[in-house]
């Protein structure tokens, strides 16, 4: 019988009988197992260091945490549901999750090719660990069209060496979207040009997977910050990618030695969130519409930067958003009207919303972002990407819409 992955989030991939039958997975506090024979450690050990191709009907063992984990691969199982993929790797951060991608899928004299805004701490690792190892990247915006993102790899003179085009979309903190199809299109041109894949990844971070699922769009790899609507309840940190057999095992392979793996403590705490992920998503969502259009007849308001809103988008982003987009979201921006010191007057008077970074958690969080989670990248660029000092983030929460309103608009009053 087929079922929906909110159905299988509750049982998919453990079996109550080989854990004296308790309805929910234990967690698997251990740092080793054993094995049944000497034969059976020496076959699970070539398996995990690829030394010869899986037999018919054979899976990995349990070996150490360090490479499987009960709970972690329960929870890669699951994951693999929501974005149709073929297998998925789990992390102990977000940011350990962007950065495996990064150094599997680029080597010295790579170029990397990325979407701007990106987060704060991707485009750190962007231009300052990166670089280190002689990798080079190209930022390319809104404005610039599938042509002229060729061009300037041509011009670049290395778009032999063009190995990754990352993607963040919708970008995190303007909501920006960029067309996953036309990064698609583009890597399969240069794949052709080198004879060589050049892999797309996205970080779903900001729709997740409910709303959004690029590897159905032809992405290669999807990245999210687990931390966020995947955990949802701002307890715990981790991150996650998903993608083909053949990018997994690379991620898994690369994870094995970095020993970045998410803890069977995080991943089962991850199982418990992805019982309610949907319906915490849509309430998020449906709270967001209702706050995005008060905020978008509000006087004090300037700008609103939402995908619920169909008079905010322009038609170029109204375009992407039908092709590949399932929902809005939950992320609202907007400018508000006036200076760093009114923006920060407006966050210091909320009550009901919560002064702090992260996003996607059942309670509605508010941050500045030019001067918190954006503070590493220039100013110029800020500017550049609409990340000024008027900008504020709002993450909505499961809480009463009328109430965050209500929030809102006696910290308006206080301007």
Not at 99 to 115: A, M
Not at 137 to 154: A, L, M, N, P, R
Request: hydrophobic share 40%; net charge negative; proline share 4%.
């Amino acid at each position: 019988m087929q079922m929906k992955p909110e159905s299988l989030m509750m049982s998919h991939g453990y079996k109550p009988e080989l854990s004296q039958g308790a309805v929910k997975c234990p967690i698997f506090l251990t740092s080793t197992f054993v094995f049944h024979s000497a034969e059976e450690g020496k076959d699970f050990f070539e398996l995990a260091y690829g030394h010869r191709q899986t037999r018919p009907n054979e899976e990995l063992g349990l070996i150490y945490s360090r490479i499987n984990n009960p709970n972690l691969e329960i929870l890669e199982d699951r994951l693999t549901l929501w974005d149709e993929a073929d297998g998925s790797a789990v992390f102990e951060s977000g940011m350990s999750a962007i950065s495996t991608v990064l150094l599997e899928f680029l080597k010295p004299g790579s170029l990397l090719i990325y979407s701007a805004p990106i987060y704060g701490g991707t485009h750190h690792f962007i231009h300052h660990v990166l670089t280190k190892y002689g990798i080079s990247s190209i930022e390319f915006g809104i404005h610039d069209t599938k042509e002229q993102i060729q061009e300037k790899i041509i011009a670049s003179g290395k778009s032999k060496d063009l190995a990754l085009i990352y993607l963040e979309t919708p970008a995190n903190p303007t909501n920006d979207l960029f067309s996953i199809k036309e990064a698609v299109t583009l890597a399969s041109y240069f794949s052709k040009e080198n004879n060589e894949k050049v892999f797309v990844a996205v970080d779903n971070t900001y729709l997740g997977p409910i709303w959004q699922k690029p590897l159905s769009l032809g992405a290669d790899i999807t990245v999210y910050s687990a931390t966020k609507y995947l955990g949802g309840h701002s307890d715990l940190i981790a991150g996650a990618v998903m993608g083909t057999q053949e990018v997994i095992r690379r991620v898994k392979t690369l994870r094995t030695f970095l020993g970045n793996m998410i803890s069977p403590h995080t991943a089962w705490m991850l199982l418990r969130s992805l019982e309610t992920l949907q319906i915490r998503m849509e309430r998020q969502q449906s709270n967001a519409i209702t706050v995005g259009n008060f905020l978008w007849k509000h006087p004090k308001v300037e700008k609103v930067y939402f995908l619920g809103i169909d008079e905010s988008l322009s038609s170029r982003t109204q375009e992407i958003y039908k092709e590949q987009c399932l929902g809005p979201g939950a992320m609202i921006s907007f400018d508000i009207k006036g200076t760093e010191a009114t923006a920060f007057t407006f966050l210091n008077a909320l009550k009901l919303f919560k002064l702090a970074v992260s996003l996607g958690s059942t309670e509605s969080l508010a941050e500045h972002p030019a001067t918190m989670t954006h503070v590493d990248i220039p100013t110029s660029d800020k500017i550049h990407m609409n990340i000024t000092e008027k900008l504020i983030r709002l993450s909505i929460g499961v809480e009463d819409p009328q109430d965050l309103i209500k929030d809102l608009t006696q910290a308006f009053e206080k301007i």
